[in-house]
């Protein structure tokens, strides 16, 4: 099993910055896929961001350019930059990760094995 424990999340007005963290413990293992996702109320599940090893990161063309998904080998941390923060963004985010390197189809399906409990992003214009 693989646990993931979100946290960074808030409010913040538009045009702002948040940054998410992730935890991972368990039976990860750095050759996994992570990413993040979101849901907003009544919407679908969105692939906001996914890194692999070795893989250059991919992004929802939503946020391409405002948000920057890294990974903090050291300290099996993953982490979501957002900047230039819209409404549109309010969601729910969620960490996630998979031992599969389907990195387009884990972005465009948000298909992962583990996820965490999310973390509220919530943005006022």
């Known amino acids: 099993q693989v646990q993931l424990v979100e946290s960074g999340g808030g409010s913040v007005q538009a045009g702002g910055s948040l940054r998410l963290s992730c935890a991972a413990s368990g039976d990860w293992h750095r050759r996994y896929c992570l990413g993040w996702f979101r849901q907003a109320p009544g919407k679908e599940r969105e ?10 990161p991919i992004y929802a063309d939503s946020v391409k350019g405002r948000f920057t998904i890294s990974l903090e080998n050291a300290k099996n941390t993953l982490a979501l930059q957002m900047n230039s923060l819209k409404p549109e963004d309010t969601a729910k985010y969620y960490c ?6 389907a990195i387009s189809y884990l972005l465009q399906s948000t298909a992962f094995t583990y996820r965490g409990q999310g973390t509220q992003v919530t943005v006022s214009s």
């Open 47 to 56: 692939g906001v961001a996914v890194i692999c090893l070795d893989e250059i």
């Open 96 to 101: 996630a990760a998979d031992p599969s390197s």
